[in-house]
């Protein structure tokens, strides 16, 4: 591995930051929650917690590589270079605000644009996945273990998800109708943690209808060293968003992209 990318030790001293700001917020009733325009949302929310959290994981960053670019969803883009960060502090914020632990903070790293590490930390849960660089991993009150995707699975053996049901503006372009048909079951509101989960080998499909680069950069490199694929619908490269399809399993995938894409046959 490249030696000037950092350890994977600051991606967890960058989760512990975000953690203090996230954790304290988390299930408390006096959250102070805005919104931000975003075409086509009604609701799109914001917290305290994000802003703090990737306020933190920036200054943690500046401090220790100012030389380093960021992205972060609250801040937008500072620095340039190679190596640039990719924060989301709250990945999930609406089931943040529901109580519900399957939120996370994403943080990635791209070099010359491609994804080479990534974490999504849970601090409810004391759960982070993440990898550095070469492999995939995550760590719990159990100890550490490595990831390693399900393979060999069959279409009509597959668990898919997605975070909502397509709404009608994105159901044109892809048929989803058709996987949900074609797969074992469909869950739904699983956020990143349904990512980390299909990483993990518990879910086989997950398809994301209008990604920002910080919602999936982080994962990239997290299910991509664990053995699966990530791309967008088209089948490229998915590190700047847009309807992305995730896979345990490469080949799983290629049948995947073909029938959203509607190429499908019987």
């Given at each position: 591995m490249n030696t000037h990318f950092p350890d994977s030790a600051f991606l967890h001293?960058?989760?512990?930051?975000?953690?203090?700001?996230?954790?304290?917020?988390?299930?408390?009733?006096?959250?102070?929650?805005?919104?931000?325009?975003?075409?086509?949302?009604?609701?799109d929310p914001v917290t305290e917690a994000d802003r703090e959290a990737e306020r933190a994981m920036r200054a943690l960053i500046a401090a220790r590589y100012p030389d380093h670019a960021i992205l972060g969803e609250e801040f937008g883009a500072s620095g340039d270079g190679p190596l640039q960060w990719v924060l989301d502090p709250v990945d999930g914020t609406r089931p943040f605000l529901c109580g519900l632990p399957v939120w996370g903070t994403l943080i990635g790293l791209l070099h010359n644009g491609r994804a080479v590490m990534g974490m999504m930390s849970?601090?409810?849960?004391?759960?982070?996945?993440?990898?550095d660089g070469e492999r995939a991993w995550a760590s719990d009150f159990h100890g550490q273990r490595q990831l390693q995707s399900r393979h060999s699975v069959r279409l009509d053996q597959a668990i898919l998800h997605t975070t909502a049901p397509p709404s009608a503006a994105h159901a044109a372009q892809i048929d989803f109708a058709t996987l949900v048909?074609?797969?074992?079951?469909?869950?739904?509101?699983?956020?990143?943690y349904a990512m980390a989960m299909l990483a993990a080998g518990h879910?086989?499909?997950?398809?994301?209808?209008?990604?920002?680069?910080?919602?999936?950069?982080?994962?990239?490199?997290?299910?991509?060293?664990?053995?699966?694929?990530?791309?967008?619908?088209?089948?490229?490269?998915?590190?700047?968003g847009g309807p992305v399809i995730a896979s345990g399993c490469p080949a799983l995938h290629e049948q995947v992209l073909e029938i959203v894409n509607g190429h499908h046959h019987g």
């Open positions: 001293e960058l989760a512990n930051v975000a953690s203090q700001q996230t954790l304290p917020r988390f299930r408390t009733q006096n959250l102070t929650i805005d919104t931000k325009p975003k075409e086509g949302e009604r609701f849970q601090p409810h849960t004391g759960e982070r996945f993440w990898s048909d074609r797969t074992r079951m469909t869950r739904y509101g699983g956020e990143c879910i086989d499909i997950c398809v994301e209808f209008a990604l920002q680069p910080y919602d999936i950069v982080a994962l990239i490199p997290l299910i991509e060293h664990a053995g699966g694929r990530v791309t967008t619908v088209k089948g490229e490269r998915a590190e700047r």
